[in-house]
């Protein structure tokens, strides 16, 4: 089985968002079952000029159009890892060799020809096919920058042998980020009116993600849940409900993956005392740090139940529910500690919250990459109370190191988290599912009150902590994706 997969970012080489790591750890997992991935990504000539570990892979230069005007492009390469997949970048230095990957760093401001920039990353990838680089099975698309290859096939490449058979998987990382660009754009483009249907565009304009949508042989989104909050519910799905509605069982969910060897307390380098499922206990001298540094009291801190948030301060990630319940929380026998920066009204509310429960709530609007780690490591409980969660990322770390998860049933939450049942004992979190803020006090209540029974705590703990969400169990539902894809 062979996959080319299409990204606009992939670790250590160029990173915005969670993309990137899904274009890394994915790939390399399913190269452990047996699968050639061939990852295909821009050359960012600011990013990765000075790594040595990057070589053309030959001194061919070639042009391709995106309509009238006339671009050079190259290939360059290497590995993720020693033994890892190949990682191919498309070298064009007028739209790759800027500095930022989706906008300008110094004023935030969106490139305004993102559309063109990927476009031609699409046709590289199509034309590193034609060329004999590699031959895949699958190629598989991510996102709305990449989710026009299939069309491009379509106007351009239709009579190519070597691509007869090819089937297209798109991942939605987010439904929210369509990529909508005028017809002009298009046409600008070189791309024909008549390869579209009228479902690719929404109000006049078109919507990259939803082209996707209507061509790719198969959609994927980044949890079961998620896959079907976007479908029945409009919200969720940013107005692209119908549209996934209407591709039935071709569009599904698969829960990401979480790297455990960044995420290990019995090995991180960044917490005070490394632990492990056998000790959970341990987990009390990075509580203690935890609490020391953020000026708490820690001299009952094995008594009283210490409640971690990290996150972008926003709407999206729950604040508001969080600020409306702050004050009936914080009474209660329990420490809070909040880390992430964002909108800054919830800065003004957190900051306000501290100065009325100054031995209560700790708060940090710059969390470091170590701060976040002994959050995981010294917290009893993890908050995450989301609005909308397509797949989540904190909550698999947080279980692994026994920092029990309370969040609300949503997108990838829901997936993730078993609700704890008192009388049968079983599960490793807890859940809520209305977006309220009585909610997230009677579930935040439920949680405090299982940390007094001691040896029920712990036996979640330890629960949670052998939950394994590893990229290679990721990476077996998409390899049953793709081969019931290509029969």
Not at 76 to 105: H, K, S, W
Not at 278 to 291: A, F, G, H, Q, V
Not at 470 to 484: I, P, Q
């Amino acid at each position: 089985m062979r996959v080319l997969f299409v990204t606009t970012e992939v670790t250590p080489y160029a990173k915005v968002g969670k993309l990137a790591n899904y274009s890394n750890f994915l790939p390399a997992a399913l190269a452990l079952k047996g699968a050639e991935a061939v990852v295909f990504a821009p050359y960012y000539r600011t990013l990765l000029a000075a790594r040595e570990d990057i070589r053309p892979i030959s001194d061919e230069w070639f042009d391709i159009y995106i309509g009238k005007d006339r671009y050079g492009i190259r290939y360059q390469q290497t590995t993720l890892g020693e033994n890892g997949p190949r990682v191919v970048f498309v070298e064009c230095e007028p739209m790759f060799g800027r500095d930022g990957i989706y906008a300008n760093p110094s004023d935030g401001r969106i490139f305004g020809d993102n559309h063109r920039r990927f476009i031609l990353l699409q046709k590289a990838a199509i034309e590193f096919i034609l060329h004999g680089h590699f031959r895949p099975d699958i190629i598989h698309l991510n996102d709305h920058s990449t989710a026009l290859l299939p069309v491009l096939i379509k106007q351009f490449y239709s009579d190519r042998e070597e691509l007869k058979g090819v089937k297209t998987l798109l991942t939605i990382h987010d439904v929210k980020y369509q990529g909508n660009c005028s017809r002009e754009n298009l046409r600008e483009a070189g791309i024909d009116d008549g390869v579209l249907t009228g479902e690719c565009f929404n109000n006049g304009a078109f919507n990259c993600l939803r082209a996707g949508i209507a061509t790719a042989d198969r959609i994927v989104t980044v949890s079961p849940t998620y896959a079907a909050e976007t479908v029945n519910d409009d919200e969720a799905g940013a107005g692209l409900s119908a549209c996934l509605k209407s591709r039935g069982n071709d569009y599904f969910g698969i829960l990401n993956g979480v790297d455990y060897t960044n995420w290990n307390p019995k090995k991180d380098p960044d917490i005070k005392l490394n632990f492990g499922v056998s000790r959970p206990t341990d987990k009390l001298e990075n509580k203690i740090e935890l609490l020391a540094r953020h000026g708490l009291d820690h001299s009952n801190a094995e008594d009283v139940p210490l409640i971690g948030i990290v996150c972008d301060l926003t709407e999206a990630k729950g604040m508001t529910l969080v600020a409306q319940a702050i004050d009936k929380m914080l009474p209660w026998e329990m420490r809070m500690i909040i880390a992430g920066s964002g909108d800054p009204r919830y800065h003004r509310m957190f900051e306000q919250a501290q100065m009325r429960f100054p031995n209560k709530l700790g708060l940090n609007l710059t969390p470091s990459h170590k701060l976040v780690h002994l959050i995981m490591a010294g917290c009893d409980f993890f908050l995450v109370p989301s609005r909308i969660e397509p797949c989540g990322e904190h909550q698999f770390y947080s279980m692994r190191y026994g920092t029990i998860p309370i969040a609300r049933a949503t997108g990838g939450l829901a997936d993730s988290i078993e609700d704890y049942n008192p009388d049968s004992k079983e599960g490793w979190g807890f859940l809520f599912y209305e977006y309220d803020s009585q909610s997230l006090l009677k579930t935040v209540w439920r949680a405090i009150s299982l940390f007094k029974e001691k040896s029920n705590f712990q036996a979640v703990q330890k629960r949670a902590m052998r939950l394994d969400f590893s990229w290679e169990v990721c990476a077996d539902r998409y390899v049953e994706a793709y081969r019931a894809l290509i029969g």
